[in-house]
């Protein structure tokens, strides 16, 4: 059964500084997903990575992936309040005709002034 | 063009009650999944419709169901509810088939069960 675990499940940062969000998965995928939803809000899609060593980068954010390690991470560069969010990394399990995503738990942001 | 819509934003009900919400998604979408975003535990996947037929089931008794319409649009039902029910429910539309590029979630429906 696939598992995907994030950590921290909680982070508190000052505006300004670098930190990473942490995604684990447990069984072979050939796709990740990352999401970030605000408060009441449904989840707005940010990254879909495809292959080892994909990185993709927007803004402040940047993501990666390796399969190897069954790893993904969330780089957050310079945070400012607006990313203040819970960000969620989902995988899709390469099994043909299953089609669902398995999420992890999320990463409460909270960027402070 | 509009996103996935849910309807409705918050409903209410007693235990034992029925809930029916229902979801429309991106035109030109094939897909739709539902999802359970309850207090504390992520989102659980639910259901997922293609074409008219529920092609794929998440770890839920059968008093959750649903289908999809001609038109796409799709409606989950939940018989019996329990108070473990409350959740925001998430839709999520894809237009690839077998290639989930990529889900455009809904807003959600809050459902409480009192």
């Known amino acids: 059964e696939l598992k995907v675990e994030q950590n921290p499940l909680f982070l508190s940062m000052q505006e300004g500084k670098n930190y990473t969000i942490y995604c684990n998965y447990s069984?072979?995928?050939?796709?990740l997903y990352w999401y970030r939803q605000d408060p009441g809000k449904s989840l707005e899609s940010l990254f879909v990575?495809?292959?080892?060593?994909a990185v993709k980068q927007e803004g402040r954010l940047m993501a990666s992936l390796d399969t190897k390690a069954r790893l993904s991470t969330l780089h957050i560069t310079a945070a400012v309040h607006d990313l203040s969010a819970t960000y969620f990394c989902?995988?899709?399990?390469?099994?043909?005709?299953?089609?669902?995503?398995?999420f992890g738990q999320g990463t409460r942001l909270t960027i402070n002034p | 063009e509009a996103g996935v819509t849910q309807s409705p934003t918050h409903l209410i009900k007693t235990r034992g009650q029925q809930a029916t919400l229902r979801c429309s998604p991106i035109?030109?979408?094939?897909?739709v999944y539902w999802y359970q975003q309850a207090l504390g535990l992520g989102l659980q996947f639910l259901l997922w419709?293609?074409?008219?037929?529920?092609?794929n089931r998440g770890n839920f008794p059968p008093r959750f169901s649903g289908r999809q319409f001609p038109n796409y649009s799709s409606e989950l039902n939940v018989n019996a509810l329990e108070l473990e029910d409350s959740a925001l429910y998430l839709c999520?539309?894809?237009?690839?088939?077998?290639?989930?590029?990529?889900?455009?979630f809904g807003s959600g429906t809050q459902l409480s069960v009192l």
């Open positions: 999520a539309s894809s237009g690839n088939r077998g290639a989930v590029e990529k889900l455009f």
């Open positions: 069984t072979t995928s050939d796709r």
């Open positions: 990575l495809l292959s080892n060593g």
């Open positions: 989902a995988v899709g399990p390469i099994i043909q005709g299953a089609q669902k995503l398995v």
């Open positions: 035109s030109g979408h094939t897909s």
């Open positions: 419709y293609d074409e008219g037929e529920e092609r």
